[in-house]
């Protein structure tokens, strides 16, 4: 026999349904924003449309404020790593007891520790005596930009820019190493903010800051770091910024061009539509949550209801690319969105991306959670029809444990064939961060994809434990 629905009174509060008022009153609010949302978007392309120059100009500001601040957001973390190295033990020890004694006993210490720190990504870090000597070093080697012994003398830090003939450019940071008010060497900690490799494979690329500054803008960025003009400097709709680093002082210049009539009205609706994603996304998780609340413990049928709206949510956020349109050129998480990388079309776009994969796997992952927790209520009516009735639930059954082993082989199969990560290579204990990624979707998609199959074959057993023959 089965239960009827939970009638505690408390099912009609906060403890389990929220009463019909609270819904109707979130769910406005929602459709509030919405609207709110697209009239703010008609105002904005209008505003657009009026005034093109002043659109533009701001645009342009904006883009010249989120380099400025990138810039100076590089420049701290260089400050910050050579006062965190400044103040540690075992540098300034070695340090003073090099300078006191030139023993090889603190150059031996500052080696262990140099050996077990570790650098930031494209950073390096050297260290060197009050004679200019080099005591440690950890990274990529660069070709000096002055005396180490005269940068112990610096009341203060000291940024500059090294270009090595235009193969590769860094931003280095002098930070000298004082003992009781009493220099004892110096930090020299750089960062590669252009790098020009002659050959390019999986473990060798070049790069350029500026590459990633076009990707945070979404606007064409030229940078020059020394007296050349590009070409760009004289023509129309360019605007140039000195680029300055952290006392002020101009190391470069910023090139950004002012985008058209047609891109600043994409951008404009684009941003707003980014906006509207987040109202939607969080509508589909209200509904999905109203939708379990209603259908939990209570009939296959509300059960097939709620995963029905699941998965038409699941493809609501694939047509609304959520979460992907978020993280258009912004580290770390935009190579998970990165077609590049990996692109499939099987399953109608649900692993057009490592970021959408891992998103589906979350998906079936839910599934197999909502089916187990059915089975753990059992609600399905007992098999009737005897022996027919039994190969039927057999039958079934085993068609749809075949179905989804064979959909999760080829998901695993289009998750290599698809994809330029090579899978096999190993630089250390652990493979690289976007094939770890791949192999954590899968990971999940197998876990949920289980979860299912014994769901599916515990409500079966249990449909046919409970049913009586016909009399």
């Known amino acids: 026999m089965i239960d009827p629905p939970d009638s505690d009174p408390r099912s009609a509060s906060w403890f389990g349904r929220p009463p019909a008022y609270v819904l109707a009153a979130v769910v406005g609010a929602f459709v509030l924003l919405l609207v709110g949302t697209l009239a703010l978007r008609s105002w904005g ?17 904006r883009a010249f404020e989120q380099i400025e601040s990138d810039w100076a957001s590089l420049q701290l973390e260089l400050i910050e790593e050579a006062r965190r190295l400044a103040s540690e033990p075992d540098v300034w020890g070695g340090l003073a007891g090099y300078d006191e004694r030139s023993d090889e006993t603190s150059v031996a210490r500052l080696l262990r520790f140099f050996a077990m720190y570790g650098e930031a990504e494209n950073g390096a870090i050297e260290l060197y005596g009050t004679d200019g000597a080099l005591l440690a070093w950890k990274g990529h080697s ?16 000291d940024l500059t820019m090294v270009d090595e003939a235009g193969q590769r450019r860094a931003l280095v940071l002098w930070w000298p190493v004082h003992d009781a008010g009493r220099p004892i060497g110096v930090l020299r900690v750089s960062r590669l903010v252009a790098a020009r490799m002659p050959v390019e494979n999986q473990y060798l690329r070049s790069f350029d800051q500026s590459d990633t500054w076009r990707r945070l803008t979404r606007l064409p960025v030229e940078v020059r770091y020394d007296a050349v003009w590009p070409d760009v400097a004289n023509q129309p709709h360019w605007h140039m910024r000195p680029l300055l680093d952290a ?57 097939v209801v709620f995963l029905a709206t699941l998965w038409g949510a699941r493809m609501a956020l694939l047509a609304l690319e959520v979460p992907g ?9 935009a190579a998970l969105f990165d ?14 991306s490592m970021g959408d994969l891992f998103t589906t796997a979350l998906f079936v992952a839910l599934t197999g959670a ?12 007992p098999a009737r029809g005897g022996t027919l009735a039994m190969l039927a639930s057999f039958g079934g059954l085993l068609v749809a444990l075949m179905l989804i082993t064979h959909v999760q082989g ?10 330029t990560l090579d899978y096999l290579a190993r630089t250390g204990l652990l493979p690289d961060r976007l094939v770890l990624f791949v192999f954590c979707a899968l990971v999940v998609l197998s876990l949920g994809i289980a979860a299912i199959g014994v769901a599916l074959a515990r409500l079966a057993f249990g449909r046919l434990s409970a049913s009586r023959p016909l009399s």
């Open 247 to 303: 006392r002020g002082q101009e190391m470069g210049r910023i090139y950004l061009e002012a985008p058209g009539p047609e891109a600043l009205v994409e951008a404009t609706r684009q941003r707003y539509a980014d906006l509207l994603a987040i109202w939607v996304s969080a509508l589909l998780i209200l509904v999905l949550t109203v939708c379990w609340r209603w259908a939990r413990g209570v009939g296959m049928g509300r059960l």
């Open 325 to 333: 349109r978020w993280q258009r050129g912004k580290a770390p998480f």
């Open 410 to 419: 080829q998901v695993i199969r289009h998750a290599v064939l698809d994809s």
């Open 142 to 157: 660069l070709q000096l930009d002055r005396l180490p012994a005269r940068a112990v003398e610096l009341e203060g830090f």
């Open 45 to 61: 392309l209008a505003g657009v449309a009026q005034d093109l120059e002043a659109a533009q100009q701001d645009v342009v500001e």
């Open 339 to 352: 077609p590049s990388h990996f692109a499939s079309d099987y399953g109608f776009g649900l692993m057009q």
């Open 370 to 381: 909502a089916l187990w927790f059915a089975a753990d209520r059992p609600t399905v009516p």
